[in-house]
Structure formats: C-alpha cells, structure tokens
C-alpha cells in the first residue's frame, strides 16, 4: 500500500478539507498520514520519513502557500527523500492571480503537481494514480 | 505479622523503611552510604541495625523488597530515526523505565558512536526507528551495525514491526542479546510506552542487576523489583490516580532534586483546553524527565554553566557569593554537608535554579499564531496549569528551611505566559522520603501505599507558607 502524508501547511488552520482528503484518499486505498492543520515543512518531511511515504500533499488555503512552500524540496533532498512526490492544492496564492502563472512558480519550487481553487480531491485521485503505478 | 521492608539502593544512600501492612503506619526509616564497590551487604546491615535501634527491637519481615540506582543506575541509549519522532519517543521509554539515558543517536548510527556506546558502558540499547509499516531500511542498517561491532549488552528492538522479522535474523546471525517488542511509535505522533518499558524492566532484573553487584544481597532480600525512578513514577501515579474507593490526589506534579540529576514528575493529561491546537509526538499521562546538568553535588556546576558571565557576575553581587568557587567545592566534594548558615543558603539558591529550571524543560509551551481567521493557541508539550499539588522529595527539599520557595520555582514566577506551568498548586512534601519505598510497596499492596503516602506525604509547614504567601 502507498503512503501519502496530507496536512495544512503554515498558519493555517482550515481543518475541513484536510477532513475530506483523508476520507477520500483513504477510501481509494492508500496509508494516509494526516498530520494536521499548522504544521511546518520538516513536521512534513519528518513524518514522510517515518513512514517511508511516498508522497507529500500539502494544503494552503489562506493564501500564504507560497513563503510557506518555498524551499521544500530543498529540505527533501538534504533528508534523504528527494525522490518523493510532492503535490499542492487549495487557494496558494492571495487574488486572482493567472493561475499558469502560480503554477509555474510552485513547478520550480519542486512541486509535481499543483492545483488551482477549486479542484476537488476526485478530480486529483487520477494523477495520484498515474504518478503511484496504481 | 505483616511487617514489610522496602530498601532503596541509592547512588550515594541506602535507605530503609520499615511499614506495617495491616495498621497502615511507617515503623521507622533509616540510611547509610551504599558500598556496591565492596559489599552491598555492608551498608546495608549498618542501615538495618540502624533500623532496629529505632524501632528499639529486631523485628521480622514477611517480605523485603528493593529498588536501586545504585552503580550508576541504568543506563541507556535511545536509538531512533527522526529526532523529533522516534527517537523523542525511545527517549521518553527509557525515562519511563526508570533509566538515565546516557546517548541519544537518529538516524543511521556510525562507528564513533557505537564507540561511546561501549566507552559509557550502556547497559541497555533501545533501537527504534519507522512507524509500522514505514522506514525500515534505517532500523536494519542500525542492527547490522551493532551486530558486527560485536555489541553483547541486551538490545531491546521496537522500531517499524515490518521490519521485525529481519531484525530477529541479524539478533540470531551474530548471536546478539535481542529483544523484540512493540513500536514505540506505530503511527506518527502516537506514543506507545508500555511493551518496551516492561521488557526493559523484565531485562533490569534479570541481567542488569546482577552486573551491579546488588546480586550478592539476594540471598538476604525477596526480590529487587524496579529501578529507583521508576518506583517514584509508579508511587506518583498512585497517588495521583487512587486505588478502588479510596480517592488520590487528582493531577500532581512531584520534583526530587538530588546530587546528580534533578528529576521532575508529572501525572496528568496534556490539556484540558478546547481553544488549542496541540502538537508534535504525543505526550504519556505519567512523564519523567531528567535534567543530568542539575543536581545539588556532582551536577552542581551546570547549574552555572548556562549561565553567562554578566548574569554569574549579578548573581555574585547580588547574594554576596561567588558561585562558580561554590558550585566546584560542592563537586569537589559530594558529601559536603551544610555546616553554616552559608552553605545553608547556597544549596537553598541552587535547589531553587534546579526546580525553576527543570520545570522549565518538563513544561509545554503555548504560542499565539496569528491566522487570516484570527488569533489561534499552539501547544507542544504538557498543560500543567491546572495541576492541584506539586510535591517535594530528595534531600535538600526535605531537609530545607524554606522549602516553600524551592517548590513555588515550578510555579509561573517570572509571569511568562508562554510556559504552562503550574498556576496556583497546593505545596507538599515527602518528609519522611517514603516515595521510592511506596512505589515498591505499591506493586504488591496498592492500598496501603496509598493510605500511607496520604497519611505522611504532609503540607509545607505552615509558618513559612503563610510568611512567604
């Protein structure tokens, strides 16, 4: 079974959709690490370590999520785990900015993959398939 | 006759207490210096005829008990992957097992430090590593470590169980002292403290005793049941959880300031709070922590040390000492006894540093997060502000004259909001230092170590509380 480790990045403390991602993700058959709402880059990297996960999927709906983002990989690589997946979801920018934009900023960051507002989990569990091999 | 002896086989003292079982009362206690380098037996019959002349006759004992600390106590080193995951939970096993743990190592271990666990002369190796079903790559590459360094010392495995099979094979293939039990963290942030404690215990008592030479006094004792600390822990819970109908103390806080170590107790859950958001590994109901740089005699010059030398200066001006030369005199010579009212008042000063600064550590920590949604708490660690009583225990405590001021250190003195401290306890005091000896009696009579602890576990005297307050 794969693991993914889901939680709501920085200070930010949306708790419902990090809900409804552990459900569904858990229903499609994966090990889900939940760690939570305001938690920090290495509380990240730390349980994906733990738990020899194979991908992060990080949450930012207050519109912090690119200072909070900024430098992951980084720490994935100098942990030991730079092979991971890494996913980003929710509102990650402040306005309406283009969102081909946004998301080219978060794909040189290191990010895999990144979703605009809006997208439901549902529409992300096919990728998730694609990039696992399941 | 059911008149029961309980021994603790301290580093420097031998203590005795004397209890009947059926009238719930303490028949006397007395102490004299442990020999473990000679002949443990020594000290121990100076304390027994010490015993009797207090009690004013011989008297029998149904069963005679012990709990030691004695050569050192035990010593361990915490193994695990991620330092603030498994390698914080094996840390907080070790301390629950009653131990000293002398190294801490994370990830893969290399070879100087297989060296220091041979130069400190562990006596037992806790190996974690991965949640259930995580990382075993690194737990295997530790074992395989260790088995070809020729490690002989007991290893107690509760790491990652998918890795348990493999890790039974390199125990097997370099014909290692392993043993298996369950994950100290299964899942992330979850603590499971039980199964190691027990086997580290179980492994205490059957081989480490022994090494420490308290094997010579079996003949003379029942059995030598826990390590020392893990006697108080157990007396602690006791008396803060109840036995049956009778009712205990509810959330308690216990501080045991000795010559090496400052040890703190807390027994309580880690917040009652519903407007906080908690976090990191999560926190055992029944926590000890050891502050190895804080302690009275052997530990009094880390007391100074992370002092800086505007703040040694302003201590020395301020209390009209030099507390660098009195901190090294103490080391210099452990058995110092206060003889004047001078050394009185520097062990006051030191116990009182010693208290503030391990609640200090113990303690969890609050911080406000500002949010787009407004201000939010975070919590790591335990939530003591509720806690009804803090107690005292250890020499300096009990024999000090103002120890009201060394337990209200625990407290929030310096009003700093960020520290859960306790807010506003009552204060008590192990007079009688019955703590170590009712955690021993606990594992076989429950009630009357309860009965006896409420009984003798006393307020501070009152004038100084009252003066003070």
């Known amino acids: 079974m794969k693991t993914i480790v889901i939680g709501v990045i920085g200070a930010d403390v949306h708790a419902v959709g990090n809900k409804i991602i552990e459900y569904t993700l858990t229903k499609s058959g994966y090990n889900v690490v939940n760690i939570g709402v305001l938690s920090s880059q290495e509380d990240f990297i730390n349980a994906a370590i733990e738990t020899d996960a194979d991908m992060i999927m990080v949450s930012s709906l207050y519109g912090h999520g690119e200072i909070d983002c900024r430098g992951i990989r980084d720490k994935c690589i100098e942990s030991g785990i730079e092979d991971i997946l890494l996913y980003v979801g929710g509102n990650i920018v402040v306005g309406k900015q283009d969102f081909s934009e946004v998301k080219k900023k978060f794909l040189e960051m290191g990010f895999n993959r990144v979703y605009p507002p809006g997208i439901s989990i549902d529409e992300a569990i096919n990728d998730i398939k694609t990039d696992l091999g399941e | ?469």
């Open chain 2, 1 to 469: 006759m059911a008149n029961y002896l309980l021994i603790d086989f301290g580093s420097t003292f031998t203590k005795l207490c004397a209890v009947d079982t059926e009238k719930y009362e303490i028949l006397g206690t007395s102490a004299d210096f442990t020999t473990v380098e000679t002949d443990i037996n020594d000290g121990y019959q100076r304390a027994l005829t010490k015993l009797f002349h207090k009690i004013g006759k011989k008297i029998e004992f149904e069963q005679i008990v012990a709990c030691s600390s004695a050569a050192g106590g035990l010593k361990m080193a915490a193994i695990g992957l991620v330092k603030e995951l498994t390698v914080e939970a094996a840390k907080r096993v070790c301390l629950g097992a009653g131990a000293k743990v002398d190294l801490v190592f994370s990830h893969h271990l290399n070879q100087s430090e297989i060296e220091q666990i041979i130069e400190k002369k562990i006596d037992i190796i806790l190996l974690a590593g991965g949640s259930d079903g995580g990382n075993s790559e690194a737990v295997i590459h530790n074992a395989d470590k260790l088995g070809k360094a020729g490690i002989k010392i007991p290893i107690v495995y509760a790491g990652n169980k998918s890795a348990q099979d493999r890790i039974n094979e390199i125990f097997k293939e370099y014909s290692m002292n392993g043993h298996i039990c369950e994950n100290v963290m299964p899942a992330i942030n979850v603590l499971n403290i039980t199964s190691a404690r027990e086997k580290i215990r179980e492994i205490f008592l059957k081989q480490i005793i022994e090494a420490k030479g308290i094997k010579k006094i079996e003949s003379q004792i029942s059995q030598v049941i826990l390590p020392t600390p893990s006697a108080v822990l157990e007396a602690a819970k006791l008396l803060s959880e109840g036995y049956l109908d009778e009712e205990g103390l509810g959330e308690i806080v216990v501080v045991d300031i000795g010559g090496a170590t400052t040890d703190l107790y807390s027994i309580c859950g880690s917040s009652k709070r519903s407007d906080v958001i908690i976090q990191g590994l999560e926190e055992p109901f029944a926590k000890r922590t050891v502050e190895g740089d804080l302690g009275m005699r052997y530990s009094a010059p880390g007391i100074v040390k992370s002092l800086s030398e505007r703040e040694i200066n302003y201590i020395n001006k301020d209390k009209g000492v030099d507390i660098v030369n009195e901190v090294n005199r103490r080391y210099n010579d452990v058995k110092l006894l206060p003889e004047n009212t001078h050394d009185e008042f520097i062990d006051q000063f030191l116990a009182e540093m010693c208290a503030y600064r391990a609640m200090h550590r113990h303690c969890g920590r609050i911080t406000e997060v500002l949010t787009p949604m407004g201000k939010v708490f975070n919590q790591v660690g335990k939530d003591l502000s509720e806690v009804n009583y803090v107690i005292g225990t250890g020499g300096v405590i009990i024999n000090s004259k103002k120890q009201y001021e060394i337990l209200r250190q625990t407290t929030n003195i310096l009003n700093n909001p960020t520290e859960l401290r306790p807010n506003d306890p009552d204060f008590l005091i192990d007079n009688e230092y019955i703590m170590a000896a009712m955690g021993l009696l606990s594992k076989i009579k429950p009630m009357v170590a309860l009965k006896i602890m409420k009984k003798h576990i006393s307020h501070i005297r009152s004038n100084q509380y009252e003066t003070s307050k």
